[in-house]
């Protein structure tokens, strides 16, 4: 198989020990499952605002704030701002424009490529209580920065499954993520089953 591999996407901040962990779980995909990989940068920009905007847009915006009315204290405070937000029907077109950007890119990458695989998140878990760190690999970045790659999947309709790759040196899990073509959707659960019997990992867990 032919694999596309990108550990930033081009312009994301990453922790080192998520490249490094993802790096050698695609190590495995190549050296112990034969495929071609091919480290590649997709081409499209960071579709993060288009994201927020379709979500938006897809959303119950009415019911939405009345139940911020009620129990915002309780919510994200990043799902808050995004419902309370006074959005533009520019701002929803926009993002359907960009959504239909990467659509067609991620077209082109994979009529070269049977799958396409990043890691799952930008940084290793995080401290409970906090939306994300805003600090990654000595970039400022937002706090939602780091699911960066859990979205573009959604923008194309792709199929993706998340495996865990590996550990960090302190003992805290890393994920992998294998994007498939339009619709290949058992082909990218046969390649995480493959991965998983190459690199077993259900017999250990966090301390």
């Known amino acids: 198989m032919r694999i596309a591999y990108s550990s930033d996407l081009g312009y994301l901040a990453v922790d080192p020990e998520v490249r490094r962990v993802v790096g050698a779980a695609v190590g495995v995909l190549e050296r112990d ?3 071609h990989v091919d480290a590649v940068d997709p081409g499209w920009d960071d ?14 915006l009415t019911g939405m704030r009345r139940l911020i009315d009620t129990y915002g204290e309780r919510m994200s ?3 808050v701002a995004m419902m309370r937000r006074s959005w533009t029907a520019e ?5 359907n424009m960009v959504r239909k950007a990467v659509v067609n890119r991620t077209a082109r990458l994979m009529s070269t490529y049977d799958l396409f695989v990043t890691p799952t998140a930008a940084v290793p878990p995080f401290a409970v209580g906090i939306q994300g760190p805003g600090l990654v ?16 999947a959604n923008l194309t ?6 495996v865990p790759a590996g ?20 082909q990218v659960l046969r390649a995480a089953a493959a991965f998983e019997g190459a690199a ?3 017999h250990r867990w966090p301390a």
């Open 33 to 35: 499952l034969g495929c």
């Open 47 to 60: 579709p993060s605002e288009a994201f927020a905007a379709l979500i938006a847009a897809e959303t119950d």
């Open 77 to 79: 405070p990043h799902l």
């Open 91 to 95: 701002e929803f077109t926009d993002a």
């Open 137 to 152: 690999d000595g970039r400022e970045v937002a706090d939602t920065a780091w699911t960066g790659f859990a979205f573009p």
């Open 157 to 162: 309709g792709a199929p993706a499954v998340s």
């Open 167 to 186: 550990w960090t040196r302190d003992g805290l899990p890393v994920g992998m993520q294998i994007v498939g073509r339009h619709l290949a959707d058992a």
């Open 200 to 202: 077993p990992w259900a």
